[in-house]
């Protein structure tokens, strides 16, 4: 009966290197296609437009919310600036959500992350 035990440690593995975008310490989830990549933040269910403000860079980005800086960084690729965007919305949970789009300058490439960690 020792398989049993093995395969529960092969289990256990594949979750450690798993690449799943859920970065919930981080404060974000992220997730990309081949031609964008997309971020999201929760915010304050009174947080509007006026209150965000996201500045795109072709390899570094920032995102305050209410004069507080969420997430500043180097990006995992280079970005298309122009095509960039962001939307604010409401949440089932009565939360607000916003989303940030990062359009690719090189579509296909795959970012190993969106911030390159400090």
């Known amino acids: 009966g020792s398989s049993a035990h093995s395969l529960s440690g092969v289990m256990t593995q594949m979750q450690g290197t798993s690449s799943t975008a859920k970065s919930e310490n981080l404060g974000y989830a992220w997730d990309q296609t081949e031609d964008e990549v997309e971020v999201k933040f929760s915010v304050e269910s009174g ?8 500045q795109f860079a072709r390899n570094h980005l920032k995102v305050v919310v209410k004069g507080q800086s969420i997430l500043e960084g180097d990006t995992g690729g280079k970005v298309l600036v122009e095509d960039s965007t962001y939307t604010l919305q409401d949440e089932e949970n009565g ?18 992350h969106v911030i390159r960690c400090p």
């Not at 947080?47 to 996201?54: D, E, I």
């Open 95 to 112: 939360e607000r959500e916003l989303c940030v789009i990062l359009a690719k300058q090189e579509t296909g490439n795959i970012w190993p």
């Open 47 to 54: 947080t509007n437009a006026k209150q965000v403000l996201v």
